[in-house]
Nanobody
Framework: QVQLAESGGGLVQAGGSLRLSCAAS????????MAWFRQAPGTEREFVAA????????YYAASAKGRFIITRDNAKNTMYLQMNSLKPEDTAVYYC????????????????????WGQGTQVTVSS
């Protein structure tokens, strides 16, 4: 069982920045990955970014590339998403997810590979 606790959401003006955090606790293998997805009202959940824990390989959606940075702190078992140059279209609930034992090739954007999900944190970007 893995528990995920997200934090860092809020209201920000367009062009601003936010940093989301996701702290994981519980049992994981050494071969796991964590990711951020988001869901805006009336839309499907979409992939934002992912990171593999051992190698630190990162994956980004096209919408996030160049503006968002995903990192992890092994000692704290925490993942971060630094979001810069935010746009109103980034407004959504952001969810943290963990894939506890990833297979290769790792399809980072496939939400079916993730076993546990956080409760979500709201990010609102005003124009």
């Amino acid at each position: 069982q893995v528990q995920l606790a997200e934090s860092g959401g809020g209201l920000v003006q367009a062009g601003g920045s936010l940093r989301l955090s996701c702290a994981a606790s519980g049992r994981t293998s050494s071969n796991y990955a964590m990711a951020w997805f988001r869901q805006a009202p009336g839309t499907e959940r979409e992939f934002v970014a992912a990171i593999t824990w051992s190698a630190g390989s990162t994956y980004y959606a096209a919408s996030a590339k160049g503006r968002f940075i995903i990192t992890r702190d092994n000692a704290k078992n925490t993942m971060y998403l630094q979001m810069n140059s935010l746009k109103p279209e980034d407004t959504a609930v952001y969810y943290c997810a963990v894939a506890t034992n990833i297979a290769f090739p790792f399809i980072a954007g496939d939400d079916h590979v993730y076993d546990y999900w956080g409760q979500g944190t709201q990010v609102t970007v005003s124009s």
